[in-house]
């Protein structure tokens, strides 16, 4: 199944009091939830995703709600169809739809996956790097709130070692940035992480 996103919280406070879907902004709950599934069907994830990939050919790219509550980061956070609904359409980044029932969800055929070209290739190349020196009892979503302060981030993969059995974050990360300037900016920082200096690299 997919590779996980983003660290779960607690049960949400009565689910962020429904989510109040009454004001555009989102709750957030909502921005979790997003995020979570726009990773999932980002272009990254759903290149290498085979379990996924054949979901979306059993009805024209639409997968059931229920299949996606399934997904780990995701049931924690919310298996409320109505909830996760409301949050993909606030979504600003209008890669997902939402069936006219609420519960199917599909990438938007106005945002097809890219080929895997040459170019695209270089592309991702050059906006992914590498950094080490982060604490080892760090969190997904504490590296990528941190990396998002240089610019928005695609995705963030912690490196892990297994031991005993369980596996274990080697304080190093892959990133991949959504522009080269940001990537630049990262590149050229020195700013610390709560105190730690991080070796810094293109990937």
Known sequence: M???????GDTMITE????????????MLEEK???????????????RDRFLQEQLKLD?????LEVMIKFNRLKVLSEDFKIIASALKKSKNLL??????????????AKPLPENT????????SRSVYAKGFPLDATLDEIKAYLSTYGPVEMVQMRRS??????????SIFALFGKKEDTQKFLDSTEPYKGQELLRLLK
Do not use: H
């Open 60 to 64: 024209d790219g639409w997968v059931p």
């Open 33 to 47: 939830i997003a995020t979570q599934i726009e990773y999932y069907f980002g272009d990254i994830n759903l290149s």
């Open 96 to 109: 997902i739809e939402v069936s006219a029932d609420g519960l199917k969800i599909r990438r938007s055929s």
């Open 2 to 8: 997919a590779t996980e996103q983003s660290e779960a």
């Open 118 to 125: 040459q170019e695209r290739r270089e592309d991702m190349k």
């Open 16 to 27: 962020e009091k429904k989510c109040d879907e009454t004001l555009g902004e989102m709750s």
């Open 162 to 171: 297994i031991s005993e059995g369980e596996k274990n974050f080697k304080g």
